[in-house]
């Protein structure tokens, strides 16, 4: 497994936002974390990124126990839903901060930059700063500024909740063939099923900051094994969705 969470429990307050939380992710899949607000899924994503400790349970990144490690040494990339980017930096100096920060080579430094505007499509683009970008182009920026020094792993919070509707669907459709044409293991919150559905290779359902169900999209809305994830999770919805994804793969082929 690239991640595991075993049996993790957080408190903040007498709140209990982690509940004996255990799940694994494979090298390479993208994943998210699906449920309402409060169910705890940006805390467990804290809880990986190194922002808080668990109160109990164990914290694993390729086998290896990182509950103490700090974040900056866990090689984990942050796509935030508010972008984050600093604003008088250029897009190209905001997808090169990381680098610096790890003291790279001028030329080396160019060339990732120049790799991630491809990647990104705004390879002529890298001059302008965030405030005369769209917002699916600051999320695109924030995308690559995350993956500039190679993560092992790339936490996502709820990454298209600040763009609007149209766009929000043509942007997770890129970022999910991103992140295969990367092949960076991935996870992402998200209280949207539609998005979790469409994006997700897997979906770990989340209620009251416990696991209520883990599987394929697919599995979740066929076989809903607790009464939350029934209620939850729009069957119907789902299937038209699949539907539709179908028509667009024939259509592209």
Not at 225 to 252: C, H, M, P, Q, S
């Amino acid at each position: 497994m690239q991640i595991e969470m075993r049996h993790v429990n957080k408190a903040f307050d007498g709140f209990h936002a982690s509940r004996d939380v255990s799940f694994g992710v494979e090298s390479g899949r993208l994943a998210a974390l699906l449920g309402p607000s409060g169910s705890g899924k940006t805390t467990i994503l804290r809880m990986i990124a190194g922002l808080d400790s668990p109160d109990s349970g164990d914290i694993l990144i390729k086998g290896e126990r990182v509950n103490n490690l700090p974040g900056s040494k866990r090689g984990i990339g942050l796509v935030f839903q508010n972008y984050a980017l600093f604003r008088y930096m250029t897009v190209a100096d905001n997808i090169a901060f990381g680098l610096k920060v790890q003291k790279k080579g001028k030329h080396e430094i160019k060339a990732r930059v120049e790799e991630l505007l491809e990647l990104i499509s705004m390879k002529e683009l890298g001059r302008r700063y965030p405030y005369q970008l769209s917002g699916g182009q600051r999320q695109r920026v924030a995308f690559a500024r995350a993956l500039a020094p190679n993560p092992q792993l790339l936490l996502l919070d709820e990454p298209f909740a600040a763009i609007d509707a149209k766009i929000r669907r043509e942007l997770r459709r890129w970022l999910k063939e991103k992140i295969e044409m990367v092949g960076i293991t991935s996870i992402f919150v998200t209280h949207d099923q539609e998005e979790a559905m469409e994006v997700a290779d897997m979906v770990i359902v989340m209620n009251e900051g416990a696991v209520e169900q883990i599987g394929t999209p697919e599995n979740i809305c066929r076989n809903p094994r607790t009464g939350f994830v029934k209620d939850f999770i729009d069957v119907e919805r789902f299937e038209a969705l699949r539907l539709i994804g179908k028509k667009r793969y024939k259509e592209n082929s």
